[in-house]
């Protein structure tokens, strides 16, 4: 715990930082951080795996305050992971037959169903390629309820978070020396082509969430059919 403490103290000052480390990665800072989080555990795809876990590494390793970046991906990650509970909840086997591919499926399913604590506090500690999407909307759809499921998920992540900014801070002196040594010189191509693929992500998973919106709609005009019919 003392190292986790003291070790950012060591850490080279601000303006050496900025000569070592892209400008568009140390300075997203805590806000970034959070908003990379909570994309990262929604149905909104990143273009890498670990979006989170990668950009808390590099914030700490180059002098960020570990506890307010972990607390912060945390945060985040929580939120969207609620809202990713909660599109499955409001749209049940809709909602997981629209998001979840059919080979992933009955597994999923079956999985969440008996063992309820375990399928969300694993795909929330464990790294990729362990997949969180179809277990968070699973928890939703077959009835883990919310209080649950926060507090699983935001266990998970607390102590996942912990780890990846202890990393941070223990081996931070060799990350820098890592990419200023042979990352960054790529640091725009890699800037492009994250900020392409967000983009293209964000309106795949907007066009998933109005999809399944108009499958609710069409669900709700077909039951007042289906009464009328029967009677």
Known sequence: MSAFVQQPAQIPAAHAQSSLAPYWLTHLGALGLFFVAVVDSSVVPLPLPGSTDLLLLW??????????LASCAVAGSILGGYTTWHIGRRGGEEALRHYVPARLLAPIVGWVERHRILAVFLPALLPPPIPLLPFALASGALGVSRRRFLAVFGT??????????????????????????SLQKWSTPLLCGFVGLLIVGACFGIWKIRGLRKID???????????????
């Open 59 to 68: 914030l700490v390793a180059h002098g960020g305050d570990p506890w307010l």
């Open 156 to 181: 998970a992540r607390s102590l996942r978070y912990s780890f990846i900014a202890w990393l941070g801070v223990t081996y931070g002196r060799n990350i820098v020396r890592l990419w200023s040594g």
């Open 217 to 231: 709609a069409a669900q709700k005009l077909a039951r007042p059919n289906r009464y009328a019919c029967a009677k």
